[in-house]
């Protein structure tokens, strides 16, 4: 099976302290089961509905990663299992994700999004709200716990370009660990650029049409 393939071939070349997020978004099911079966157990979605349906129909051991922008009103569908939240940018988030998390008795893990690309369209927070938002309130939220950022670098065929934002993330990550020590986790790098990344100091990478093909 080309998936299994694809997995073992990035594992292959992967530093053992970066996991890889296989990123399933519009893949079927059965997809995500071929990606399982070869012990794949981390999986990324962008939409908390589509991720809803998959964790209903696929091993519980799955770890289930939610790379999307969230919406507020939606954090509930996911509360009960999701494993990391990548894209929080905001303290309003953070204290919906906080409430819902107590529902269920747990403590939710997320990412910091910052914003290190170009483009306009891309969200994320900068370096000094990054700063705000870790503050008391944030730390004293029972229910939540941030671990780490999450970067997306401009979509581009400049090389130099990506390795500088990536750049940029990993040095804004090692400046706000020396006042946070729980963060740890750096999720930055795609199909397209996570060697990059993995050499600028990418913890975790999010990887999708590389493991399962393009997407429509
Ligand atoms: C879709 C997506 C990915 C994976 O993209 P590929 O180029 O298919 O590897 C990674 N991160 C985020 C936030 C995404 O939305």
């Known amino acids: 099976m080309a998936i ?21 978004k519009t893949k079927p099911v059965e997809d995500l089961q071929v990606a399982y079966d070869a012990g794949q157990r981390d999986f990324g979605e962008n939409k908390i509905q589509e991720m809803c349906d998959k964790q209903l129909v696929l091993p519980k051991d799955i770890q289930w990663h939610m790379i999307g922008n969230v919406q507020r009103n939606k954090v509930k569908y996911m509360a009960e299992f999701v494993y990391l939240i990548h894209g929080v940018d905001s303290l309003r988030l953070l204290k919906e994700i906080d409430k819902q998390a107590a529902r269920f008795d747990r403590v939710i893990n997320c990412l910091l999004q910052m914003d290190i690309a170009q483009e306009e369209t891309k969200t994320g927070l900068d370096a000094e709200e990054l700063t705000s938002i870790l503050s008391d309130e944030v730390l004293q939220l029972p229910n939540v716990k941030v671990i780490g950022l999450m970067g997306m670098a401009t979509f581009t065929d400049d090389q130099q370009q990506i390795r500088k934002e990536f750049s940029t ?19 930055m790098g795609m199909s397209g650029d996570y060697p990059i990344a993995i050499e600028e100091g990418s913890t975790m990478i999010r990887v999708g049409s590389a493991i399962f093909g393009g997407r429509n």
């Open 169 to 187: 993330l990993k040095n804004t990550f090692d400046d706000l660990k020396k006042q946070h020590t729980d963060l740890t986790v750096l999720s």
């Open 4 to 24: 299994q393939e694809n997995i073992k071939q990035i594992l292959n070349d992967l530093p053992q302290e970066v996991t890889l997020v296989a990123v399933s």
